[in-house]
C-alpha cells in the first residue's frame, strides 16, 4: 500500500519560508507522479505543484511560480515543498499525492491522483 505523511506545516509571517515534506513509502519510485495540493477554507482543493517522473516535467500554479519549489530525495523516499515570499493568500492546508504512472497530460488536478496524504496546515500571518 502507498502512505504518504506530510509535514512541516506552521505559522510564519509573510515573506517567510516554510518548507513541507511528504514521506512517502510503497510508491514505485521510477515512473509517478507526485504533487502538492491546498485547500483553503470554503475554496476548493488547488493544485500547488505536480511532477511527473515519466514526462520529467513540473507544473506551477500561477500564484505560486518564482516562489515554491518542489523537489524529491528518492534516497530518503521524501518530497519536499519549499515555500518562499509567503503571503497570507497561501494560508490552506496542505497535502501531497501520489499515483503510479502519472503524466500531466491529465492535469494538475486533485482527480489524477489516488493516494493522499493526511493535510499539515499553513497559516501566514500579515
Known amino acids: 500500500d502507498v502512505q504518504l505523511q506530510a509535514s512541516g506545516g506552521g505559522l510564519v509571517q509573510a515573506g517567510g519560508s516554510l518548507r513541507l515534506s511528504c514521506a512517502v513509502s510503497?510508491?514505485?519510485?521510477?515512473?509517478?507522479?507526485i504533487a502538492w495540493f491546498r485547500q483553503a477554507p470554503g475554496k476548493e482543493r488547488e493544485g500547488v505543484s505536480c511532477?511527473?517522473?515519466?514526462?520529467?516535467?513540473?507544473y506551477y500554479a500561477d500564484s505560486v511560480k518564482g516562489r515554491f519549489t518542489i523537489s524529491s530525495d528518492n534516497a530518503k523516499n521524501t518530497v519536499y515543498l519549499q515555500m518562499n515570499s509567503l503571503k497570507p493568500e497561501d494560508t490552506a492546508v496542505y497535502y501531497c499525492?501520489?499515483?503510479?504512472?502519472?503524466?500531466?497530460?491529465?492535469?494538475?488536478?486533485?482527480?489524477?491522483?489516488?493516494?493522499w496524504g493526511q493535510g499539515t496546515p499553513v497559516t501566514v500571518s500579515s
Open positions: 510503497g510508491l514505485i519510485f521510477d515512473d509517478y507522479g
Open positions: 511532477f511527473s517522473r515519466g514526462d520529467a516535467v513540473t
Open positions: 499525492a501520489a499515483r503510479t504512472y502519472f503524466s500531466l497530460l491529465a492535469g494538475c488536478v486533485a482527480e489524477s491522483f489516488d493516494e
